[in-house]
């Protein structure tokens, strides 16, 4: 009886594989036949409801300035602008979100003080003690501090300060190129092409509510390459994300991926250099 039972689980468990292998192996044809009819460049899978791990600042509130029914000077409505922060998967990340549209579609990221040359309020930014990175998304801005010493309540309220006088000013957020989605090419085989749109629409939009971006660097002998800026850039919990999150699911639906590492730009290596031998000389002053 006991062995006949055992039969019976070891079959249920065949025919659940078996399954979810079909499964798997429909969704890719169907990719595939989309990918194919429509050029690689204009379907999107549809996005799930994103769960959010952020708890929020509350501040203030927009309010309306009434013209005033006497003749004289005009007085007209003013929209105050309402800037709330939230927390970040990385203790070092805080995002803000000042209400209204940042880059509008894309990300930016400016890494360090030098590469903040097209943007007048990243070099604002830049300009509070402590700030080590900033980052551009559709509607909210990252600000990434050097180091657990520093307080976040200095760094939170001159940056709010920076972001309502830039947006005061009128001046455009950026004269930089902003990264878009995953720039499809003609010569991107299906494999790559499946990635690409998995990213874009099941995973990005995921991670830029945590305040950061993931962006697509290649796919070389079954292993994604992917750059992490915003907030994922030194997050503890990266790693985690990379291998039990985003390399899970693409390998779920393309079994062709073996593996998922980080990499970075050289630029990136070297403004890290050049950001930690400052670090190591002002704490040896």
Not at 22 to 41: D, P, V
Not at 226 to 244: A, D, E, H, Y
């Amino acid at each position: 009886m006991y062995f006949h039972t055992r039969n019976m689980k070891t079959a249920v468990s065949w025919v659940l594989i078996s399954k979810t292998n079909e499964m798997a192996s429909r969704i890719k044809w169907s990719l595939l036949r989309l990918i194919r009819s429509r050029n690689t460049s204009h379907f999107r899978f549809p996005v799930k409801t994103q769960y959010h791990f952020h708890t929020q600042c509350i501040g203030q509130n927009l309010r309306k300035v009434q013209i005033l029914p006497f003749t004289g000077p005009k007085y007209f409505a003013v929209r105050q602008l309402s800037i709330q922060t939230q927390d970040t998967p990385n203790p070092r990340s805080l995002k803000f979100l000042p209400g209204k549209p940042v880059l509008g579609a894309g990300t930016l990221d400016f890494p360090s003080p030098s590469s903040a040359e097209s943007s007048s309020l990243a070099r604002e930014l830049f300009e509070i003690e402590g700030v080590k990175s900033v980052f551009y998304g559709p509607d909210f801005i990252t600000v990434t501090k050097a180091d657990d010493d520093v307080e976040w309540t200095d760094i939170k309220h001159r940056a709010m300060e920076a972001i309502t006088k830039f947006f005061d000013s009128g001046e455009p957020i950026t004269t930089g190129v902003t990264h878009h989605d995953s720039s499809h090419s003609e010569d991107d085989d299906e494999i790559v092409s499946i990635i690409k749109e998995l990213l874009d629409t099941r995973i990005r939009p995921t991670v830029m509510e945590d305040g950061g971006d993931i962006i697509f660097k290649g796919f070389e002998n079954g292993t994604v390459k992917l750059k992490l800026v915003g907030s994922c850039t030194g997050c503890p919990s990266s790693t985690v994300t990379l291998k039990n999150g985003i390399q899970n699911m693409l390998q779920f639906y393309i079994p062709e991926v073996d593996d998922v590492e980080q990499v970075e730009d050289e630029a990136d290596h070297i403004s890290a250099k050049v950001f930690n031998e400052l670090e190591s000389k002002l704490g040896d002053v």
